[in-house]
């Protein structure tokens, strides 16, 4: 069982910049798939990024040049940098672990990109 818990997010203007982090309790978090997620309005829950236990990272289209997943398996934390931020980027995000079969989510954290 692992519990994970979101924050950092908020309100930033276009072009800012936001550092989400994630941290998580209750078993082996190294063995983990870290990814982190993301819900805008009225669409469907899509990937951003992920980190699994070997460093190994992969981006969606749209993240790719503008956001940087990282983890820290002494700290138990997964962190996302976003960097030049879009109105499109507006969405509540979320952790997410994942062990073959087993797969836990927080409970995100709203990012609300606008002037």
């Known amino acids: 069982q692992v519990r994970l818990v979101e924050s950092g997010g908020g309100l930033v203007q276009p072009g800012g910049s936001l550092r989400l982090s994630c941290a998580a309790s209750?078993?082996?978090?190294?063995?983990?798939?870290m990814g982190w997620y993301r819900q805008g309005p009225g669409k469907q829950r899509e990937l951003v990024a992920d980190?699994?236990?070997?460093?190994?990272?992969k981006y969606a289209d749209s993240a790719k040049g503008r956001f940087t997943i990282s983890r820290d398996n002494a700290r138990k934390t997964v962190t996302l940098q976003m960097n030049s931020l879009k109105p499109e980027d507006t969405a509540v995000y979320y952790c997410?672990?994942?062990?073959?079969?087993?797969?836990?989510w927080g409970q995100g954290t709203q990012v609300t990109v606008s002037s």
């Open positions: 997410k672990a994942s062990y073959r079969a087993d797969g836990y």
């Open positions: 980190i699994n236990s070997g460093g190994s990272t």
């Open positions: 209750g078993s082996i978090f190294s063995v983990y798939t």
